[in-house]
């Protein structure tokens, strides 16, 4: 029998064939339809009478408007119908460890070693009580501890809070923080007004809004960055902050930070680094360098701790000396070779989340941050700016796609291409390449709404990504381009081995058509009667 | 018939589009069209039409009304459609009487979309014959597409309205119909005026990912900003608002009647005159001091311009007298977005005035929320 050079049969003139995926259907109904009544997955034995006898009735003890009238309406199963249940919808899924996961860029979307989810799922850690006595959580104080003198360190910046609960929820800490300040200043009512970029992240505008402050964006020069004359045209003594975001989400790292930071200073406002994109600039560039008074980061991206869609999370955030007073409550503070936890902060703008935040991603990050170490930090940022502009060079070969904004110009860590052009001449948009794309079992994004740069695609390979794996994913959208120019309709018709098709848009506007529980499903969808309360 | 039938109405204007190529500036009037053909201009809207059709071809049940020749017919047919003929032009040669009496027809059809080849004359005709009483969307084929009905080109066109007849896109915005005077453009003159509106979808994205959270829509976003004009209004203080959608929010949220392509003059809450011209607009602010009469303008026409399109009742007087920091500039940030990182502009006719209005401004896009622009001149 002939040999077979069995190692090359899945490429074609040197090069890999692109997959044949093809998603998982299940029909599976939502978990409620699946409930049988009296079905257990767990039988928990009887109270022994001698048990029963010696402790009376534990409920007794509950004040009676603080028990339920009637048991809570969950469903119920046996323990194989719910783990065929989970695993049947984990198929009908392309999370994170299915795909290479470059598509949703500014998210930073790399790799969560698993040994770091052992940790945080050790029942050392998992058994623990927020409510325990000081003394009885040493280790986990610790570790927060630590990881605070860690983001110091990679920050400049003098203290840290782990409390909040996300990203939007440091920057939030961080407006409250400057609030506080402005208020001990005797400013607060006249400083009403924090300025952003249109390229920061959009939480920064929606926290200030939220926090009741006047917004004020920035749009790009003429060149592309972030323009300062229009900061000049925008600061005045009703100046609270500076939010913004460095490298912003172009992948543009504005050359003039610290004359941002300068002038906002000289108005007597405070400026916040929202360190979103620190993916690219660990070990190389700090907040305290470029003068900042705040900064947060955000561990589901830079620490590598799960996206976990959407939560919970951890944001943490930094401040200098002058503002530690206005950290949330607690903080960990050290004393000689104990730690506790300090409530005792009346300058404090309170809790921004609840106890001490979320533990287990803290220990994540703690176990990545050290397996990395300080070179290995910086190496990290490195490999993802590498990956990132060999990421930049092979799909400007795509005809039809451009890097608008500073053009000609190396990026950090991500850009938001445009796929204008091609747009223009196909009449293919940039979220049909995406539906197609899933063909092949690749996720890809487009940009927060409303959209600044037409046909947008923000791609973040980080430093997770082989050369093969940015190769795939090149080749695929390259792939899909040639299919809109050539079989447009393919396209546009797309996904074909995927399950789930293209997705009315227009209820995702309706409130009314909400329906994000069972109960508001019964009653939209199957015209129950609203319960009384 | 079956009961889910799409009726989509087809004009194309023949004429549409012909002065450009031989430099005429423009196609309106017969004594230019016939000087174009004289000159070797070749018809091309019908192409346009042609390749806008190609994307209908998948909209299920879908029927064409349209007008006879090369005023749809043919176009319809070239893409192998068979369409209902509802009339015919009254000459062999086509005039903008047939393209609004071919409008009228299409409205009284209840078509589902009327969609046109032509250029901003074709607009301003199908603007007077049917107005905002149909969704309607334009291919461009005319030499002047100032007019902010027209899809980017033939293609997206096609595409838009597929998707509208499909009911995938259902969103309609007023969008400005505006006309220059080609005699003036051929004496070196530019003036674009608004002359009104038509109702053309918006294609929102069309899938979303859970990290997209779309805004509230182009109504909420005006109604934001009209709350945030209305909040910070001053007593005894004159406040001319300048034509458009957006301005005519805040006229709406005092309770008060907007002329959509004028200039209103409101003080106290109250409405002092309605579509005021140069002079009037200088009577009202004569004699008042300082900072006691602003001026309250949004972009006009899809292209970034804040004075000399569509306003010029805002002239270099009106403008040199009220003082740029009297000048409140509004726009939705999805107006600013379009704009695709070209700054506003001003035309005014004055050089002077133009560089008193450039630099830096502040733009009102929310409920207490600016953008600040550069303005060039």
């Not at chain 2, 019908?46 to 090369?70: F, H, K, N, P, Q």
């Not at chain 2, 106290?268 to 006691?292: C, H, P, T, V």
Request: hydrophobic letters at 40%; glycine letters at 10%.
């Amino acid at each position: 029998m002939a040999q077979r050079d069995i190692t090359r049969e899945r490429y074609t003139d040197g090069k890999p064939n692109l997959r044949r995926y093809h998603q998982a259907k299940w029909d599976e109904p939502v978990i409620f339809e699946l409930s049988v009544p009296g079905q257990r997955g767990i039988l928990v034995p009887e109270v022994e009478p001698d048990l029963r006898a010696e402790v009376g009735d534990v409920l007794a003890d509950i004040p009676s408007g603080m028990r339920r009238q009637a048991p809570p309406a969950l469903p119920e199963l046996s323990q194989v119908a719910v783990v065929r249940h989970y695993m049947r919808l984990s198929q009908e899924n392309l999370g994170a460890d299915l795909n290479v996961d470059i598509g949703q860029g500014t998210c930073t979307m790399k790799h969560n070693p698993k040994v770091n989810d052992q940790l945080a799922a050790s029942p050392k850690l998992s058994d623990l009580h927020p409510s325990q006595d000081d003394a009885t959580v040493q280790g986990i104080l610790e570790i927060m501890y630590r990881f605070e003198q860690i983001l110091k360190e990679i920050s400049g910046l003098d203290r840290f809070s782990l409390q909040p609960g996300a990203g939007s929820a440091a920057i939030y800490a961080n407006v409250s923080i400057i609030r506080a300040y402005h208020k001990a200043r005797g400013e607060a009512d006249q400083r009403d007004e924090i300025i952003t970029t249109i390229f920061s992240h959009p939480s920064n505008a929606a926290c200030a809004k939220t926090a009741g402050y006047k917004v004020i964006t920035l749009y790009p020069d003429a060149d592309g960055y972030p323009d300062f004359e229009a900061l000049e045209a925008a600061v005045s003594e009703r100046t609270a902050a500076i939010l913004i975001t460095n490298p912003e989400d172009t992948g543009i790292f504005n050359p003039r930070i610290a004359d941002f930071v300068d002038l906002v200073h000289e108005a007597g406002g405070l400026c916040s680094y929202d360190q979103a994109n620190a993916n690219g600039i660990l070990g190389i560039t700090r907040a305290r360098e470029a003068n900042f008074d705040l900064c947060h980061f955000n561990l589901h991206k830079t620490f590598s701790t799960p996206h976990a869609c959407g939560g919970p999370a951890v944001g943490a955030t930094g401040v200098r000396n002058e503002l530690a007073k206005y950290l949330p409550v607690p903080v960990v503070e050290r004393d000689g070779d104990h730690f506790h936890l300090d409530y005792d902060r009346p300058d404090s703008v309170g809790k921004v989340g609840s106890f001490h935040g979320v533990p287990a991603n803290v220990v994540r990050a703690y176990a990545w941050a050290m397996s990395m170490g300080a070179d290995g930090l910086r190496e990290v940022a490195e490999i993802a700016v590498l990956n990132n502009n060999y990421l930049l060079a092979k799909m400007l070969e795509i005809p039809g796609l451009s890097a608008p904004y500073a053009e000609g110009k190396r990026r950090i860590e991500q850009v938001r291409y445009s796929w204008e052009k091609l747009a223009e001449e196909t009449g293919v948009h940039s979220e049909e390449l995406g539906i197609r794309a899933a063909d092949f079992g690749l996720h890809y994004w487009t940009s927060h709404h409303p959209f600044v740069v037409p046909e947008p695609c923000t791609l973040e390979p980080t430093e997770s990504y082989s050369k093969a794996d940015l190769d795939e994913y090149v080749a695929v959208l390259a792939h899909v381009v040639d299919e809109a120019r050539n079989d447009p309709d393919k396209v546009k018709t797309a996904p074909h081995n995927c399950t789930v098709h293209t997705i009315e848009h227009a209820p995702f506007d309706d409130p009314g058509q909400w329906a994000v529980t069972w109960r508001a499903y019964r009653r939209k969808v199957g015209g129950e009667e609203q319960e009384g309360t | 018939m079956a009961e889910n039938t799409r009726k989509l109405g087809l004009i194309v204007n023949p004429v549409a589009g012909l002065g450009g190529r031989v430099g005429l500036k423009g196609s309106d009037g017969l004594h230019v069209q016939r000087k174009a053909l004289a000159l070797g201009a070749v018809p091309h809207a019908g192409d346009r039409a042609i390749d806008a059709l190609d994307r209908l071809g998948r909209v299920a049940d879908l029927e064409i009304v349209t007008w006879s020749g090369a005023m749809g017919e043919d176009a319809a047919r070239a893409r192998g459609f068979s369409p209902r003929v509802a009339g015919s032009s009254k000459s062999s040669e086509s005039t903008a009487d047939d393209t609004r009496a071919a409008a009228v027809e299409m409205r009284e059809r209840g078509v589902d979309l009327l969609l046109f080849a032509g250029g901003d004359g074709t607009a301003r005709d199908i603007c007077e014959a049917v107005g905002e009483e149909l969704p309607a969307l334009g291919i461009p084929a005319g030499v002047k597409i100032h007019s902010a009905v027209y899809a980017t080109n033939p293609l997206n066109a096609g595409e838009l309205a597929a998707l509208f007849l499909q009911g995938r896109v259902s969103a309609l915005r007023s969008a400005e119909v505006m006309d220059i005077d080609e005699d003036a453009v051929r004496r070196g003159q530019i003036s674009a005026h608004l002359h009104g509106y038509l109702k053309v979808p918006v294609r929102s994205a069309l899938v979303q990912s859970l990290k997209a959270a779309s805004g509230p829509g182009e109504e909420a976003a005006m109604a934001a900003i009209a709350t945030a004009v209305t909040d910070s209004m001053e007593p005894d203080t004159l406040y001319l608002i300048g034509p458009g959608t957006t301005t005519r929010a805040i006229l709406s949220r005092m309770g008060l009647d907007k002329t959509l392509i004028g200039v209103d003059a409101v003080e106290n809450s109250r409405l002092l005159a309605n579509d005021m011209n140069e002079n009037q607009i200088l009577a009202s602010i004569e004699g008042r001091k300082a900072g006691r009469a602003k001026i309250v303008v949004t972009p006009v026409g899809g292209q970034g311009c804040i004075f000399g399109r569509g306003n010029q009742q805002f002239s270099p007087d009106v403008l040199s007298r009220v003082g740029r920091e009297n000048v409140i500039v509004v726009s939705t940030q999805d107006k600013l977005n379009s704009l695709a990182g070209n700054s506003l502009w001003v035309d005014t006719g004055s050089r002077k005035a133009d560089e008193m209005l450039s630099g830096h401004l502040r733009v009102i896009t929310g409920y207490k929320e600016e953008a600040i622009c550069r303005v060039a001149s």
